[in-house]
Structure formats: structure tokens, C-alpha cells
């Protein structure tokens, strides 16, 4: 199983600022790496797949990078609605297999 | 509008047996692998299985593997999962999500909570 490691565990930063989200894989899993949103009481959202490719509808604020076992989330200029938690998950074997979370919250 | 609803949560003693539901709509329902992942209380996200189109593949977490199974019925347009053995770990939130290719998820439904406890 490959473990999925996302840190920091909480990000606190101010609305308009950079947000960097880092996400490890115990293994590489090429560029099958998938990152979510999820804000209390609602169900996960997609928001990056292929390490880098946003589905329509997400904003162009939200960028992701890497391959192999190092990836980022990088949201550009942090709005109101972006402070929630974020997860990776990598889908390169199974078991899929998500990381722990990293909180975004207001700083 | 694809549209995933759950149903079939509730309070389960330890070993006991639950049958959670998911019906779809808004998409060829036939055509997706579909997936179960489920959320523990204040916890994060563990995903717990999914299924082939024609339901001919399946694929679980080591966790549920003999307890959970995952089914579904195209003409219906409806995905289950049968939790068999219920421990108090398997106590979450499940989501139904309609999976792009075998890989990740791009539509959740808004879940249904399962409580196992005597």
C-alpha cells in the first residue's frame, strides 16, 4: 500500500496570500495524483487530477505539480471560500490510498 | 446533473449487517466505475473500494476485505455496499463517488452515516 504523507498539517494564512500544500508518496505513483477539497459537513470536491489538470469549473487560482513521489497544490490568492481541508490521493495502484489532510485556516 | 444519493445508514450493534444504497442520475451510470469512500468522525478521507462497469472487477481496502462487498445494478442505475461483521471502526460517513476511469473521483454523493455501537 502506498502511504501518502501531506504536510503541513494546518496552513494558517491571510486571504489574498499564497497557500503551498505538499503531498509525498512512499512510492512513486507517477502522475496519478488527485487533490480535493472538503469543507465541514459537505462532501469531498475535485479540484486537480493528473497532478496538474483542473476539471472545468475549478478556478485558475488552483494549480498542482509534480510526478513521481513530490507534489504541490498551490492556491494563488486564497479567498474566503478556499479555507478548508485539502487531500491527495494517489490513484496509480490499489488500494487508493488518501493522505492525512492538510487545513487551510484563516490566519 | 449528475446527482449521487445515498441511503441505508444507521446504528448497528458490533457484528451485526447493513445494506447502504446509492442511486445515480444525470449520467450513463453503465459506463463508470463507481467507488465507496467513507470518513470516520473528525477524520480524514479512506477510500474503501470501487467496481467495474459491468461489475466483473472489484477492488477493496485490506480493512473490509471479507466483511464489505460492493455491488451494483445498472438497470437500476444503483450502487451498494453490503457490511457484513460490522466492528465499531467501520463507524463513518460513506460516500458514493462516480470514478473517472479506475482512478480518481469526480462526482460525490453527500454521504450516509453508519454508527456501530452496542
Known amino acids: 500500500e502506498k502511504v501518502m504523507t501531506q504536510s503541513p498539517a494546518t496552513l494558517s494564512v491571510s486571504p489574498g496570500e499564497r497557500a503551498t500544500l505538499s503531498c509525498r508518496a512512499s512510492?512513486?505513483?507517477?502522475?496519478?495524483l488527485a487533490w480535493y477539497q472538503q469543507k465541514p459537513g459537505q462532501a469531498p470536491r475535485l479540484l486537480i487530477y493528473?497532478?496538474?489538470t483542473r476539471p472545468p469549473g475549478i478556478p485558475a487560482r488552483f494549480s498542482g505539480s509534480g510526478s513521481g513521489t513530490e507534489f504541490t497544490l498551490t492556491i494563488s490568492s486564497l479567498q474566503s471560500e478556499d479555507f478548508a481541508v485539502y487531500y491527495c490521493?494517489?490513484?496509480?495502484?490499489?488500494?487508493?490510498?488518501f493522505g492525512g489532510g492538510t487545513k487551510v485556516e484563516i490566519k | 446533473e449528475v446527482q449521487l444519493v445515498e441511503s441505508g445508514g444507521g446504528l448497528v450493534q458490533p457484528g451485526g449487517s447493513l445494506r447502504l444504497s446509492c442511486a445515480a442520475s444525470?449520467?450513463?451510470?453503465?459506463?463508470?466505475?463507481m467507488t465507496w469512500v467513507r470518513q470516520a468522525p473528525g477524520k480524514g478521507l479512506e477510500w474503501v473500494a470501487n467496481?467495474?462497469?459491468?461489475?466483473?472487477?472489484?477492488h477493496y481496502v485490506d480493512s473490509v476485505k471479507g466483511r464489505l462487498t460492493i455491488s451494483r445494478d445498472n438497470a437500476k442505475k444503483s450502487l451498494f455496499l453490503q457490511m457484513n461483521s460490522l466492528r465499531a471502526e467501520d463507524t463513518a460517513v460513506y460516500y458514493c463517488?462516480?470514478?473517472?476511469?479506475?482512478?480518481?473521483?469526480?462526482?460525490w454523493g453527500q454521504g450516509t452515516l453508519v454508527t456501530v455501537s452496542s
Open positions: 444525470g449520467f450513463t451510470f453503465s459506463t463508470y466505475w
Open positions: 490521493q494517489q490513484y496509480n495502484n490499489w488500494p487508493l490510498t
Open positions: 493528473g497532478a496538474s
Open positions: 467496481i467495474k462497469q459491468d461489475g466483473s472487477e472489484k
Open positions: 463517488a462516480r470514478a473517472a476511469g479506475s482512478g480518481y473521483d469526480d462526482f
Open positions: 512510492q512513486s505513483v507517477s502522475s496519478n
